[in-house]
């Protein structure tokens, strides 16, 4: 069985910082891109950033330069360190493993809210 657990999410102030994990189980994790998308209330899911398994980043234009996204193999976790923080990142954010290729699947976690407010 599948699982992605997601944690460190909080509420912190504007220009805070705010470090989210994401531990897999079920999966043979470096095969995995691995991944946090983000819902804000009443807008779309949007793609944060991704981390494939040979190591190439790609970040949303809205978080370059703030997020960095890592990849501990050997703890089978994902990390995303949102530094400078904006009220426009508050949104439940999910992790994501994504098998590519002729056998492609992607698995969620349940997602962790943060709320950044004054």
């Known amino acids: 069985q599948v699982q992605l657990v997601e944690s460190g999410g909080g509420l912190v102030q504007p220009g805070g910082s705010l470090r989210l994990s994401c531990a897999a189980s079920g999966i043979i994790f470096g095969f995995y891109t691995m991944g946090w998308y983000r819902q804000a209330p009443a807008k779309e899911r949007e793609l944060v950033g991704d981390?494939?398994?040979?190591?190439?980043?790609n970040y949303a234009e809205s978080v370059k330069g703030r997020f960095t996204i890592s990849r501990d193999n050997a703890k089978n976790t994902v990390y995303l360190q949102m530094n400078s923080l904006k009220f426009e990142d508050t949104a439940v954010y999910y992790c994501?493993?994504?098998?590519?290729?002729?056998?492609?699947?992607?698995?969620w976690g349940e997602g962790t809210l943060v709320t950044v407010s004054s």
């Open positions: 994501y493993a994504e098998l590519t290729g002729s056998s492609w699947r992607r698995y």
């Open positions: 981390i494939s398994n040979n190591g190439r980043i």
